[in-house]
């Protein structure tokens, strides 16, 4: 069964810190996108990579940056938490072409 | 920037009740997916209508595309408990650079009574 893999379902970060939210997928897809999810708004696209080394920002880049160092695994970073930075952070891949298959989502509280 | 409107935001409803959830932009999509999430899981995958007009079923769901490829709409027949969950439609931007990116609706959240 494909899978993305996301390495937290639920943190607890202080204001100030640097945060690592990690994605990992098994099915060789070139497109990796990170959002996030809040009530009454949606899914935000935060960034995206269509490939290897490759990253664009998506509609809410700022306060985040991404690396993607192989294929398989893209990573979100919060530079500096702060508390407006809370939700919940749901990573995808898709093949081109295809749909989206979602990780299960990472809780973020930054106090 | 494009946007989606997706309405009712909320959906109360009993057991095999029928209803239409309605995703509407002013853009034109080169295909229009729906999702399903249930609670602390990520969304799901139910179908991605790619031609203008075209209607898809999944058991007791129909999808529809918009002749003008820009509004969709999901009908539920006879909804069940286990239809319960949020409905996410999601649109993705034709341009040829857009790398599949999606720009998603608010979200409808329904419940479905015993």
């Known amino acids: 069964d494909v899978k993305v893999t996301q390495s937290s379902r639920y943190l607890v970060k202080r204001t100030g810190e640097k945060v690592f939210l990690e994605c990992v997928q098994d099915?060789?897809?070139?497109?990796m996108f990170w959002y996030r999810q809040d009530p009454g708004l949606g899914l935000r696209l935060i960034y995206f990579?269509?490939?290897?080394?490759?990253?664009e920002k998506g509609d809410i880049p700022e306060g985040y940056s991404v690396s993607r160092e192989k294929k398989e695994r893209f990573s979100l970073i919060l530079e500096s938490a702060s508390t407006n930075q809370t939700s919940m952070y749901l990573c995808?891949?898709?093949?081109?072409?295809?749909?989206?298959?979602f990780g299960s989502g990472t809780r973020l509280t930054v106090v | 920037t494009q946007l989606l409107e997706q309405s009712p935001q909320f959906l109360s409803i009993q057991e095999g009740e029928n209803l239409t959830v309605y995703c509407n932009s002013s853009?034109?999509?080169?295909?229009l997916q729906w999702y399903r999430q249930e609670p602390g899981e990520g969304p799901v995958l139910l179908v991605t209508?790619?031609?203008?007009?075209e209607v898809k079923k999944l058991k007791r769901l129909t999808f529809q595309f918009g002749d003008a490829r820009k509004d969709s709409s999901l009908h539920i027949t006879a909804a069940q408990p286990g239809d319960t969950g949020l409905y996410l439609c999601?649109?993705?931007?034709?341009?040829?650079?857009?790398?599949?990116?999606?720009?998603f609706g608010q979200g409808t959240i329904l419940t479905v009574h015993p």
């Open positions: 995808a891949s898709r093949r081109t072409g295809g749909g989206y298959t």
């Open positions: 099915m060789d897809h070139e497109n």
């Open positions: 990579s269509y490939d290897v080394k490759m990253k």
């Open positions: 853009s034109v999509f080169s295909s």
């Open positions: 209508v790619v031609t203008g007009g």
């Open positions: 999601a649109g993705a931007g034709a341009g040829g650079t857009s790398y599949g990116k999606l720009t």
